[in-house]
């Protein structure tokens, strides 16, 4: 039985259903942690991609009392869960304003629709892999860069561009649709390039990834290749059930960078 669903809407409302866990949970958590040093600074904070907003309520905690936190994502069916999910949860999460906006295509040119340099910070969280050339990529970017105050924070973490050998890694995989048939829920990713395209995803190289950030603007570029820790377990409401392979070999490349100053 096929549990993939046949169209973009019920797509986002399985993937509303996925909690906080598996590699989302561990890419929360090293976005957390950065935005964590800046949070004083940090009054204005967009989430480029939020899809139903799971990463956009993760970051809530890291912004001053009373800031804002935007997600922003091209599709209005994830847009639509992410509104609602707030909505739901509303008293457990802190006080914090939400908002959510469509990200507007012009010509094939996307534009985030805020304003130049309202950002105190900016996150993408699992994004970058769902963009499918160089010149949409540079685009991204270019509107970060754009939306970020000078002095201001990026965060970026996308799928590891060091995954190059078939059978090489097991990963934990949330249970999204896709997923769901995975035996185990576990995919092995195979590939033996950098720019991995896999299952029309893409793992952009650390060399792509800092150019475009750098044209964009971001200065004081740091990379790491973030792992798990047994600390923080895949499942919280399962904590018996151990991380795969990212104990010793990073699922994720995480950029960050300071957008350059003026003076
Ligand atoms: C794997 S989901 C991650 C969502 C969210 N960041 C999270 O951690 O739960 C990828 C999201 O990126 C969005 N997306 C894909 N391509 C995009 C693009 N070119 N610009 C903005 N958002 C995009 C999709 O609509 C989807 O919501």
Request: charged share 30%; aromatic share 8%.
């Amino acid at each position: 039985m096929s549990v993939t669903p046949n169209n973009k809407t019920d797509y986002a409302k399985e993937y509303a259903k996925v909690e906080l866990i598996g590699q989302y949970l561990l890419a929360a958590h090293c976005v957390r942690e950065k935005l964590m040093l800046f949070k004083e600074n940090i009054h204005y904070l967009v989430d480029f991609g939020c899809g139903a907003g799971k990463s956009t309520r993760a970051i809530a905690n890291c912004v001053r009392e009373g800031g804002v936190i935007v997600g922003v994502d091209i599709s209005d069916d994830m847009l639509i869960e992410a509104r609602g999910l707030n909505e739901k949860l509303k008293d457990k999460l802190p006080r914090v304003k939400f908002e959510y906006k469509k990200i507007m295509t012009q010509n094939g040119v996307e534009k985030i629709p805020l304003a130049d340099e309202v950002a105190d910070a900016v996150t993408t969280t699992i994004v970058l892999v769902e963009i499918q050339s160089e010149e949409q990529l540079r685009n991204a970017f270019h509107e970060m860069g754009r939306i970020t105050k000078p002095g201001g924070q990026l965060v970026v973490i996308n799928s590891s561009d060091k995954i190059t050998c078939e059978d090489f890694t097991s990963f934990t995989y949330a249970p999204f649709p896709e997923n769901k048939e995975r035996k185990d829920n576990i995919r092995k990713c195979k590939s033996t390039v950098s720019n991995i395209v896999w299952e029309k995803e893409r793992h952009w190289s650390r060399e792509i990834l800092t150019q475009f950030a750098e044209e964009a603007g971001f200065k004081n570029l740091s990379v790491e290749y973030p792992l798990a820790t047994e600390s923080i377990p895949p499942f919280p409401d399962n904590p018996s059930r151990p991380w795969k392979d990212e104990l010793c070999f990073s699922p994720f490349i995480m950029l960050s960078a300071r957008k350059e100053s003026t003076h």
